[in-house]
């Protein structure tokens, strides 16, 4: 993330070269006393002070940016344009705060020692202040005049040069020279020291100083606007929807409609009562819940875009607004209640008191609380990467080098540990390692030996070969510190995004193959670019790379959705008894539940419906053609197709998915019973995703019983989907609970 000029780069320099400088510039008035010997009557003092000053911090600067330009020659750059803003803007700016700050301590105290110990003490204690901001307020985000800008959480891949990072460095320009005018007016030249007499004498001596004062009311006043800063307070006047539950108080956006405040406190309330199960724990930390509307506005407020952040020692997580079960917000809420037995002053699982973090641990022991999510569970992903070779060892996992692993393979086997460490110790045990006893002490184990009865158990989970193939999809990839370009890729990829939505497929591909070159050539760009060409009717072009893909063996998973892709270009050139023959025979190797399903139904349309089903295809195709129907179309030609076929299960199947993904419950659940009379006529998949689409619309519609009856089906034919299993374990727990609360 260095290796390029960029955010990373600029910040770490930014740090060093601000202090070095700050060094340099406040030993200089001193070597100038000594040296030259000042006398009355000098002309432009402060100026000459101060450029002599910034000269050597600008060769220190100039020499970090050429080493840099220079490593392009050896390591294609990312942005360079954008490389070099971040640079102006963030190590620029400190060292010219970090020069005027430190000459002013210079030309404040007589002896060097004490200038150095001031300027040290001030460039830290600013580090602190920014430190106490993010440790005291809902923000991941820290503006200081010596680091200049820290944007938050490292997992999140896009940070991006906003306009409060310019206004913040332009107000830091403004006090600069605010405090150049002060020491102007205040200067002894004779002995080049602050003079108070000199101040005193000069006829307009407090211009500067009414001058500072007023810029700094207008600087707080309105940073919280300019979002240089923020505080509880302001967020929550920004989220003004406030209710209460339980121990948790809820804040929400205006434009968050009621209906979904409600289920989502039910949600949160169903998790504690979970989480205090798993933890083995009575009661809870009081708990507030920011719910933002996007990942703009979250953005926006406390800095985290696209991912979602608790502060256990605050009591607080920030979520975006999403369906439920609100899965994010459950592993948060993990973090906030194993606050009641972490430790340090962040409540969280660490070394040295709980001064250093444990990542692992952290982020561990609330996914190990969260297992839901996906047809595997946990221990099946665990086993999978045991299985290809990516598992961590527990010292990587519980180390610096978590970092060093795809967040998703950290966060998976970390989880997996915690829970089988779980189930084999106790929630107590659990609870003890939290708070930072070992694994020897609770065991009475050599971590060793705990490590492989974590492995052993790991032999016995169920895997089948499919499922191995998508995990090896999902977790075989390198750690963001260790990918390529990874924000410029993600800016390209966002305004490549934007361009699609607005059908502008051309320029979409233009901005998805600069992504493709930064990032050199990974195969999920290349995949973007086949979909992009295809999108814009480039067919040879389109073959070419569907060629240049499967040749360079992207995996089983990648080379089935391109072969998925080719055959959906055709739908409009190839007859529907052609196109079902390649779906049929694509069908017989292709791996994943969601994936044989779209597969086939494209397969079953195209050879029971002929020409009728082409406006079918094309909805359902990976391709935009410009004749695709609209949601509104296709669930019409659904309903026809119903109405005539009516023992044939797949139009209802489809329609019924459809009205879920929508809302539409009552008619999702009514439609989908429709189609379940005659399922069985369809492969195995097709029953299991149709029981679990209408048990969730009959939880939704608060009929109990039948989503009991059918979650219980889902339980029954999930066979090796443990995770699916696990999934309807859940919403029979949550009914009950709810049920029970009723009563209450």
Known sequence: MTNALGFEYAFISGLYLSLAAGHLAAVHPSRVRKQLAPFPGATSTVLKLAAHSLAPAMLLLATSLVISLINTVFVPPCNTRIG??????????????????????????????????????????????????????????????????????????????????????????????????????????????????????TKRKFMPLLGGILFFVMDWGVSADMHHRISTKRLQAELPIHHSLNDADFYFDTQIPPEYRRNLMLDAAFSLYQLKHYFGVSKTPHINIFVFKDADQKKKWMGAQHTSVAKPWLGQ????????????????????????????????????????????????????????????????????MQQLKLLPSLNQLFGISFFNFYSGSAYTAAGSFCRFFQRTYGAEALRELYSGRSIGEITNRPQDEVEKQWYDFLTTVPLSNAQLEQISYQFDRPSIVATRCVREVTRLEDVAADFAANKQWRLARKEIYAAHLVSGSSTQTHLSLLLASAACKDHPNTLHIASELLSANPGQFNSQHIEELLID????????????????????????????????????????????????????????????????????????????????????????????????????????????????????????????????????????????????????????????????????????????????
């Open 569 to 744: 270009i055709d739908i409009r050139a190839q007859d529907t008894a052609h196109l079902a023959d390649r779906y049929r025979t694509l069908y017989e190797n292709v791996v994943g539940s969601d994936n044989r399903r779209r597969v086939y139904i494209k397969y079953y349309l195209a050879n029971q419906y002929a020409a009728r089903s082409k406006p079918l295809l094309k909805y359902l195709s990976h391709v935009p053609f410009e004749d695709t129907p609209e949601k509104l179309a296709a669930m019409a030609d659904l309903e026809q197709l119903s109405n005539r076929y009516p023992t044939d299960p797949a139009p209802p199947y489809l329609q019924a998915r459809m009205f879920f993904h929508e809302g539409i419950f009552f008619h999702a659940a009514s439609t989908m019973k429709r189609a379940l009379k005659h399922i069985r006529t369809l492969p195995i998949e097709f029953q299991l995703e149709a029981e679990l689409t209408a048990a969730a619309a009959y939880a939704r519609l608060g009929q109990t019983q039948p989503a009991i009856a059918h979650f219980e089906k889902v339980r029954s034919l999930a066979g090796d989907q443990l995770g699916t299993a696990e999934l309807a374990d859940d919403w029979i727990a949550r009914i009950n609970w709810n049920t029970a609360n009723k009563q209450r």
């Open 84 to 201: 070099l803003l971040f640079f102006l803007l963030i190590p620029l700016i400190s060292v010219v705060m970090s020069v005027v700050c430190a000459l002013t301590l210079g030309l404040l105290f007589r002896s060097r020692a004490a200038a150095v110990i001031g300027w040290y003490t001030l460039w830290f204690g600013a580090a602190l202040w920014v430190g106490i901001q993010l440790y005291t307020t809902p923000a991941v985000f820290g503006y200081g005049p010596f680091i200049g800008y820290w944007p938050g959480v490292l997992y999140d891949k896009s940070i991006d040069i906003q306009l409060p990072l310019i206004s913040y460095r332009v107000f830091n320009l403004v006090a600069a020279g605010l405090l150049l005018w002060g020491i102007h007016v205040s200067l002894d030249t004779a002995g080049l020291r602050l003079s108070l007499k000199k101040w005193f004498r």
């Open 317 to 384: 997580t920030y979520i975006i607004a999403d369906d439920f079960p609100h899965w994010t917000l459950r592993h948060e809420l993990a973090h906030l209640v194993a606050a009641a037995f972490g430790r340090g002053p962040f409540s969280i699982a660490g070394s040295l008191g709980g001064w250093v973090p444990n990542p692992g641990l952290i982020e561990g022991i609330a996914v190990s609380a969260t297992p839901v999510s996906g047809q595997t569970n946990l221990h099946q992903r665990a086993k999978g």
